[in-house]
Structures are given as structure tokens and as C-alpha cells.
């Protein structure tokens, strides 16, 4: 992988945060947690240079999962993102933002596989909305 190497997973659920952090450090990927749109920011912020792909819930306290991706792409436009939510008809809520949007329950070799082509495929290829 390149310098980007990290994910940075956002879930405000901690059992669903600590399942996927635990299947992708299990398939061999640097992960970084955060469980607030805010901190997930300031993460970001801190680690510009290692993070390579995003996986946010879309129901979070606060702010959006698509609030928070609004204001990532204002920030970081090139970052690709992978959305999961068990309400389908949140996808509207992404349109023209280029993410990769998946209703959960997500198989967990769905989801090693999403990331892994996240490093190295443009949003479009990987069916973003």
C-alpha cells in the first residue's frame, strides 16, 4: 500500500465499531476508530497523510453520516468514502458526494474487499453514488 495505507472507521455503535475494526485488522489493514463525526474530522486532520479510504455509519448523533461526508469532501474531495446503513433510502442523502453506499448487515468479506479496491479504484468503479 502507499502512504495512504490507514482506515478510518466511524460508528457511533461500539459493538458494530469493534466487529469491523476487528475484521479489517484481521484481513491485514491499519485501522484508526473514531465514534463522532467531530472526532472523525479531527482525525483527519491529524492523520491527512496516512488515511486512505473512510468507512462511516450514516445514523450517527449529531451530525450525519452525510453531513459529515459534505463537509469531508469540502476538505478532502480525493478521500474515497464507503457508507453503511441499514435505511436503503438514505442513498439519496449521498448523491453527487462519490461515495460507495451499502446497507448493512455487510458481509465481512464485502467489506475487506470494498476497502482493498478503495486504495486502488476511483469511487465510480466501485458503484459510488
Known amino acids: 500500500m502507499n502512504s495512504f495505507s490507514q482506515v478510518l472507521l466511524i460508528d457511533d455503535n461500539p459493538v458494530q465499531l469493534k466487529i469491523r475494526e476487528a475484521v479489517l485488522?484481521?484481513?491485514?489493514?491499519?485501522?484508526?476508530?473514531?465514534?463522532?463525526?467531530?472526532?472523525?474530522?479531527?482525525?483527519?486532520?491529524?492523520?491527512?497523510?496516512?488515511?486512505?479510504?473512510?468507512?462511516?455509519?450514516?445514523?450517527?448523533?449529531?451530525?450525519?453520516?452525510?453531513?459529515?461526508?459534505?463537509?469531508?469532501?469540502?476538505?478532502?474531495?480525493?478521500?474515497?468514502?464507503?457508507?453503511?446503513?441499514g435505511m436503503a433510502e438514505a442513498f439519496t442523502e449521498y448523491e453527487g458526494l462519490e461515495v460507495v453506499f451499502r446497507a448493512k448487515p455487510l458481509p465481512p468479506l464485502e467489506l475487506i474487499e470494498l476497502v482493498h479496491r478503495s486504495f486502488s479504484e476511483p469511487a465510480d468503479h466501485l458503484g459510488a453514488a
Not at 476508530?33 to 483527519?44: G, I, Q
Not at 455509519?57 to 476538505?75: A, N, Q, T, W, Y
Open 25 to 85: 485488522r484481521n484481513a491485514g489493514f491499519h485501522v484508526c476508530v473514531a465514534t463522532t463525526a467531530d472526532s472523525a474530522m479531527a482525525m483527519l486532520h491529524t492523520l491527512k497523510d496516512r488515511i486512505g479510504v473512510v468507512v462511516t455509519d450514516h445514523v450517527m448523533p449529531v451530525v450525519s453520516g452525510s453531513d459529515f461526508v459534505r463537509r469531508l469532501r469540502g476538505e478532502q474531495n480525493w478521500v474515497p468514502v464507503i457508507v453503511l446503513s
